[in-house]
């Protein structure tokens, strides 16, 4: 992932002004209350990982990694290796928990979990960016990122359908995903298909 100083949208760059009309529609549809500083990290976030053939993209989540290991490799790393190995982590959870949820399905480690990863990875940054020379706005978007992680992916969720690039769900996987993570935008499809989420069963990881 290239550096968040870096992230600044290229005037004249079509797939990254089509990432930025999909998400600030989606923003807007899931009514999320997101700075347009986090608003700008999506575009560019969206425009790297698609355009440039990341190597997660698609690839089998499954085989990855594990998000325990990359986040006990970033905790015990030295100090300019934690920043890259925070920012890696939690741009990969977020990508892959928002854009590719379907590809956890049926999987050990679900949404719920990366994001808390994803969470933990963000704040971590934050803290480290927190005190760095003129650090304090890049560390108030990644406390952004990691204190509104799930509503997020819920708008990166909405722009992967709208650009037919992620898998469709179905009621039961939207179903399993809103218990875990209490999405208002799961709860809402679930109404609209006539199905009544009730509020009596969260994700452990939520408490």
Request: include cysteine; glycine fraction near 6%; hydrophobic fraction near 40%.
């Given at each position: ?14 797939c ?89 399905n ?43 992680f ?30 875990k993570?209490?999405s208002k ?14 509020a ?8």
């Open positions: 992932m290239a550096a968040v100083e870096n992230t600044a949208i290229i005037p004249g760059n079509r990254a002004e089509y990432f930025k009309e999909m998400v600030v529609s989606s923003i807007r549809n899931q009514h999320t209350d997101v700075s347009d500083t986090v608003e700008f990290y999506l575009v560019n976030l969206l425009n790297e990982c698609l355009k440039a053939e990341r190597i997660f993209l698609g690839g089998d989540v499954e085989n990855e990694e594990p998000l325990t290991q990359k986040l006990n490799k970033a905790l015990s790393a030295g100090a300019y290796e934690k920043i890259r190995r925070f920012k890696e982590l939690g741009d990969f959870t977020l990508f892959i928990a928002g854009f590719f949820s379907d590809s956890l049926r999987k050990l480690v679900d949404v719920d979990f990366y994001g808390v990863v994803g969470s933990v990875a963000y704040s971590n940054l934050a803290a480290i960016m927190k005190n760095k020379k003129n650090g304090e706005v890049f560390s108030s978007l990644y406390n952004e990122l990691a204190e509104k799930f509503p997020i992916t819920d708008v990166l969720c909405e722009v992967s359908q709208k650009t037919s690039i992620g898998k469709k769900e179905n009621l039961l996987r939207i179903y399993e995903k809103w218990v993570t209490d935008r799961d709860a809402g499809r679930l109404i609209s298909e006539g199905i009544i989420p009730t009596n069963a969260r994700s452990k990881y939520l408490h």
